[in-house]
């Protein structure tokens, strides 16, 4: 059971040796040579053997799909890694695409973190201003004692302090969104 949930390819996949579709396809998606021996543990679990040239040969036509700088931009923006799996003849121009889709997708993650940043202080913000409120509405009422409204009113300064802090590293974190957001 556990063999077949990380199985490359089925039984009738197996039993139906279209060798030169799984290596074009294989080439396709840029998996390395080494998928070959992954489809050949699968499918000698169905006593089914590869044909390991016509595969090699057609994974590497799909390679002349997958190696093109749009391919590159596509798999770098999308975070994916490369695998080093591009003919010569082709890398240099697959990796200038690669190279700008990673620069797209490592500013996409910065914009992310910083939304998320800006976020993370705007609610600490509404919690201090609840806390703020609450304080407050504490010293106000007259059973509370002298000395009890004097702690309250020092909490009072320092959550005023603290919201201060809070505005002051919310503005940082919007620059720093505006800036990735930019990018």
Request: hydrophobic fraction near 30%.
């Amino acid at each position: 059971v556990l063999q077949s949930g990380c199985a490359t390819m089925t039984q009738s996949e197996c039993l139906s040796g279209n060798w030169a579709r799984v290596g074009y396809d294989d080439g396709v998606a840029g998996y390395p040579p080494s998928r070959l021996g992954d489809h050949e543990r699968a499918c000698a679990a169905h006593g089914v053997g590869v044909d390991a040239r016509t595969y090699m040969d057609a994974r590497e036509r799909g390679l002349d799909v997958y190696c093109t700088p749009h391919r590159g931009f596509t798999v770098g923006s999308n975070g994916h890694n490369y695998a080093g799996v591009c003919p010569y003849d082709l890398e240099r121009d697959f990796l200038a695409g690669y190279t700008d889709g990673r620069y797209v997708y490592d500013a996409r993650q910065l914009a992310d973190q910083a939304r998320s940043d800006v976020s993370s202080v705007e609610y600490r913000i509404r919690k201090l201003q609840k806390d703020i409120d609450k304080t407050r509405d504490r010293i106000g009422k007259s059973d509370v004692a002298e000395k009890d409204r004097e702690t309250l009113r020092n909490e009072l300064r320092r959550l005023r302090d603290d919201l201060r802090r809070a505005e002051d590293d919310l503005l940082r974190a919007e620059r720093r969104q505006h800036m990735a957001e930019r990018d």
